[in-house]
């Protein structure tokens, strides 16, 4: 039987703490789907940039203000994961107020410039797009996190210790998970995904399975992609 074919957008959700590999999965997801990459947490560590940079008065209206002229692209070659933007962001996050004008930003992005297609990147996605077609939710244990989050900042010249990053990793984890506003939660619509059993590949095919599944069963066909 053809099944009857719905909205064409292709929306994904990756969600979950630091260093489970969320990055690593949503740009090889995108990569492989043909969709734009997004990741929150990139606009919350831009946002605290510039904010420790300029350190002006109204912290709302001038990020509100460098949102409305912000170009994505741009921000990938910026460091933006130094410890104290690392330790920054986690604070502005819980900010009402600021998580509302980053939110804002994420669903033009996706949906007016982008028609509904992307691989969303954070730690809230879900809350964001609650039409996505997957939710997933990365997980791990801590010395795995650390150990990725590490060599990550190593490869990027920033001096730390494998020590430094378990407590950072902690620390914003609870401060994701304890804020008032859009926490860090595992939801019920959420397809968990255990990345320390897997690797990247095994990985990657298994979220893929979930993917074209949803696509089949919405369009009644598989979504070209990319070979890899």
Known sequence: MKLKNRKKGLLITV????GVGKSTAAKALAKKYKVPYLTSGLCYRW?????????PK???????????????????KLNL????????????????????????????????????????EGRDSH??????????YLKANLAT???RRYLELKKKNIKTTLKQVKVELLA???SDIQRKHSPLILSRNHVVIA???????KMIKKMSKEIDKRLLLRDGKFRKTKSR
């Open 58 to 76: 109204n912290q709302i209206s001038f990020i509100k203000k460098q949102f409305s002229k912000l170009n994505y692209n741009q921000l990938k």
């Open 81 to 120: 994961h130094t410890p104290e933007i690392s330790s920054f962001s986690a604070i502005i996050a819980k900010k009402l107020s600021l998580r509302q004008i980053v939110k804002r930003w994420q669903k033009d992005f996706v949906y007016k410039k982008n028609n509904g297609n992307a691989v969303v």
């Open 172 to 174: 914003r984890d609870s």
């Open 145 to 147: 996190k650390a150990k």
């Open 127 to 136: 809350l964001i797009f609650r039409k996505a077609m997957v939710m997933f």
């Open 195 to 201: 990345t320390d059993i897997l690797n990247k590949s």
């Open 47 to 55: 946002a605290a940039k510039i904010l420790i940079e300029k350190k």
């Open 15 to 18: 969600d979950g703490p630091g």
